[in-house]
């Protein structure tokens, strides 16, 4: 009798977690504090600093996070690490003025606005900050106007909830 995989099922594992870790150039500890201030339910677990040697002294080796429970881990990898719009982090809000507070906080000091509510962060991370019905509005059609709602979506950098809801629900 042989051992055959079932299609699909997942390989029997020893793995315990799955965490995402970020590698910012440097400033991961100003990044964490930042994260961790505009969330609830949030906190730095830990940061263990280099104290000389191939990291240079003072430089984040390892640092734990949790972002509204979600572990995160960090350290700061040097020049040679850079983010990509390929990964980003989506916030996603109830409210537009959970939305200009995530978009106003997470664009100064050197963030940059994008399209259809995407951003970067001072220090190259891509998010989006997106209300909780974005789905909804793109994806059921039996519900409303999909394609207006998309093409509203596409008109803007900072989401307007108000304006999405609206072109939503018109008309063909």
């Given at each position: 009798m042989t051992d055959t995989a079932i299609i699909g099922?997942?390989?029997a594992t020893e793995v315990r977690s799955v965490t995402p870790v970020l590698v910012f150039k440097a400033n991961t500890e100003e990044a964490i504090n930042l994260y961790v201030s505009l969330f609830p339910n949030?906190?730095?677990?830990?940061?263990?600093?280099?104290?000389g040697g191939m990291v240079p002294a003072g430089q984040v080796m390892h640092a734990t996070f949790e972002?509204?429970?979600?572990r995160f881990n960090a350290f700061d990898g040097g020049p040679t690490f850079a983010?990509?719009?390929g990964f980003s982090l989506m916030a996603v809000?109830?409210?537009?003025?959970?939305?200009?507070?995530?978009?106003?906080q997470l664009t100064a000091n050197g963030g940059e606005p994008g399209p259809c509510g995407w951003l970067?962060?001072?220090f190259g991370l891509s998010?989006?900050?997106?209300p909780a019905?974005?789905?909804e509005m793109l994806g059921n059609s039996a519900g409303g106007n999909t394609r207006k709602a998309g093409e509203a979506m596409m008109s803007m950098s900072k989401l307007d909830i108000a304006a999405l809801r609206a072109a939503y629900s018109s008309a063909s």
């Open positions: 099922s997942p390989p949030s906190r730095v677990v830990n940061i263990v600093r280099s104290e972002l509204d429970r979600q983010f990509s719009e809000c109830s409210t537009q003025e959970e939305i200009d507070r995530l978009w106003e970067k962060d001072p998010w989006q900050v997106v019905d974005l789905g």
